[in-house]
């Protein structure tokens, strides 16, 4: 019998010690996108577009720092496509409009039917521009004053045709900290930044926080209109401009581009329910939920249990068995120490994983619940 604790044991480290590995080595891939571009080329026009609804807390600071671009002005515009917002973000947008002859504000209209709202607000403002390159942005995002200039020599000299950004995600108040680091984690460890970048692997994925996107790319694959119903729009635009032949190029940004999600409990929580579900899928999430739910004890119990019996016991077998535990919670704790550092999570928050993994469990239950149920709302609205 104990020979079958030693098979476990060793599967619980092999299983550990392989996740740290491939999340260090995803870390690793994705390479940082330069901040200091070659001046070569002769600027091309660009439009960035920001799909707004509701967003007065955030489209200020957004605005604020695009304005603030070291680009030519004559050859950026800030487009700022108001989705039926409520709140006060039509106010700020005209504010920044005083102020800078580069902002525009535009209004999306009435949402068609199938449509959903974000892709809408995108698809009015690419057509309301003739710019050389769209770059499609969210309202949460800040942006250092290199970005644009960096991107687009980044696309240029490398002959991209979409280039997406991995911002820094800002995690700074008790419930992200608790709730978010796991998700992020494993999305990185999806997140294959070589065979997205490889033109000959099927892999894609963009990030809609930045989109950088030739004009007559976006036209010839029927931009957002072709994906006008994917709630996830930004990886159906990474695949659908693969899938055509483009090039995709995938960067990390976290030195030029940060963002903060959510601030509060119940944004937080309806986000990580829409987006596990609708990224996963329904089976894959419901192992997520069995996974969470029990990486919320093994690292700890079972090793306490093991070294338990191994001094109870003291025999060699127990012992190894033990040990491997031991070995496994440690990878695994470790793992978890290299996405708090990325994300630049406390250290002290490793201490709350298992209430963290509780946590996810119930979000995800209740993501796939609300997706079975088609009850899926988001800002107002069902998607």
């Given amino acids: 019998m104990q020979i079958i604790w030693v098979i476990l044991s060793s599967l619980w480290c092999i299983l550990a010690i392989g996740a740290f590995l491939l999340l260090k080595s995803r870390y690793d891939a994705l390479l940082p996108l330069g901040s200091s571009p ?18 007065a807390e955030n489209i200020g600071k ?9 680009y030519p002005h004559k050859t950026l515009k800030i487009l700022v496509v108001d989705d039926g917002s409520t709140d006060d973000t039509i106010l700020i947008a005209q504010g920044y409009m005083d102020q800078s002859i580069q902002v525009e504000l ?5 949402l068609p039917p199938g449509w959903l709202g974000k892709s809408h607000a995108c698809w009015v403002g690419a057509n309301s521009t003739h710019t050389d390159w769209l770059c499609f942005v969210d309202a949460d995002t800040r942006h250092a004053p290199e970005l644009i200039s960096a991107a687009i020599h980044s ?17 700074l108040g008790f419930w992200e ?6 998700p992020f984690m494993t999305l990185m460890i999806l997140l294959d930044a070589q065979g997205i970048n490889n033109p000959k692997s099927e892999k894609a994925l963009a990030n809609g926080q930045f989109i950088l996107i030739k004009k007559e790319v976006y036209v010839s694959i029927g931009g957002h209109a072709a994906i006008h119903d994917q709630v996830l729009e930004d990886v159906a635009i990474a695949r659908l401009v693969k899938s ?18 959510y601030t509060q409990l119940k944004t937080l929580w309806e986000g ?11 089976p894959l999430t419901i192992l997520a939920v069995l996974s969470s739910a029990l990486t919320a004890f093994i690292p700890i119990a079972y090793p306490i249990w093991r070294l338990m019996l191994a001094w109870q016991r003291y025999d060699g077998i127990t012992i190894l068995s033990a040990l491997l535990a031991c070995a496994g919670s440690v990878a695994w704790y470790g793992a978890h120490t290299l996405a708090f550092h990325h994300y630049r999570v406390p250290y002290r928050y490793l201490l ?5 993994n509780l946590l996810i469990a119930l979000v995800n239950a209740e993501g796939i619940i609300r997706r079975m149920r088609s009850q899926r709302i988001w800002k107002g609205r069902t998607i």
């Avoid at 535009?106 to 009435?110: K, M, N, P, Q, Y």
């Avoid at 709350?352 to 963290?356: A, T």
């Fill in 155 to 171: 696309a240029i000299d490398e002959e991209v045709d979409l280039l997406t950004l991995h911002p820094r995600q800002e995690m």
């Fill in 177 to 182: 900290r608790l709730l978010m680091p796991i």
């Fill in 272 to 282: 990580l329910a829409r987006g596990g579900s609708e990224l996963f899928g329904v």
């Fill in 244 to 261: 055509s032949g483009f090039k995709l190029k995938l960067l990390g940004g976290s030195e030029l581009i940060r963002t903060r999600m």
């Fill in 62 to 70: 957004c605005l604020e720092s695009l304005t603030k671009q070291i």
């Fill in 106 to 110: 535009i209004d999306a209209g009435v």
């Fill in 38 to 55: 070659s001046a070569t080329i002769d600027p091309p026009s660009i439009s960035v577009i920001i799909p707004a609804r509701d967003e």
């Fill in 352 to 356: 709350l994983l298992p209430l963290s």
